[in-house]
């Protein structure tokens, strides 16, 4: 399974943004895709889950209410749709995703860099 994430860049505060995560390989094997992000000096930090088979979704605390996590499975694409942002959400953007549906995730994108201007 590759993954690959798009839509990252500049934006104001209050503004958004739309991150993508392009699926390819065997991507049967996928059960949960989640994206996940790190700011500079801080731990990684898991934003959002949506799982494949009924589209249960989960968010961070920090997010809650401002993103919307979902996934087109006939493109095998997820997305993040980001709303409000803030300069704490500038981080480097990853997606992964785990073939089974609880443990630590198999597959991972290369990330892709927000950056919140206030």
Same mark, same amino acid.
């Given at each position: 399974?590759?993954? =690959? /994430?798009?839509?990252?860049?500049?934006?104001?505060?209050?503004?958004?943004?739309?991150?993508?995560?392009?699926?390819?390989?065997?991507?049967?094997?996928?059960? =949960?895709?989640?994206?996940?992000?790190?700011?500079?000096?801080?731990?990684?930090?898991? =934003?959002?889950?949506?799982?494949?088979?009924?589209?249960?979704? #989960?968010?961070?605390?920090?997010?809650?209410?401002?993103?919307?996590?979902?996934?087109?499975?006939?493109? #095998?694409?997820?997305?993040?749709?980001? #709303?409000?942002?803030?300069? /704490?959400?500038?981080?480097?953007?990853?997606?992964?995703?785990?073939?089974?549906?609880?443990?630590?995730?198999?597959?991972?994108?290369?990330?892709?860099?927000?950056?919140?201007?206030?």
């Amino acid at each position: 399974v590759q993954l =690959v /994430e798009s839509g990252g860049g500049l934006v104001q505060a209050g503004g958004s943004l739309r991150l993508s995560c392009a699926s390819s390989g065997s991507t049967f094997k996928i059960n =949960v895709m989640g994206w996940y992000r790190q700011a500079p000096g801080k731990q990684c930090e898991l =934003v959002a889950t949506i799982t494949i088979a009924d589209g249960r979704t #989960n968010y961070a605390d920090s997010v809650k209410g401002r993103f919307t996590i979902s996934r087109d499975n006939a493109k #095998n694409t997820m997305y993040l749709q980001m #709303n409000s942002l803030k300069s /704490e959400d500038t981080a480097v953007y990853y997606c992964a995703a785990r073939e089974l549906a609880f443990g630590s995730y198999d597959y991972w994108g290369q990330g892709t860099q927000v950056t919140v201007s206030s």
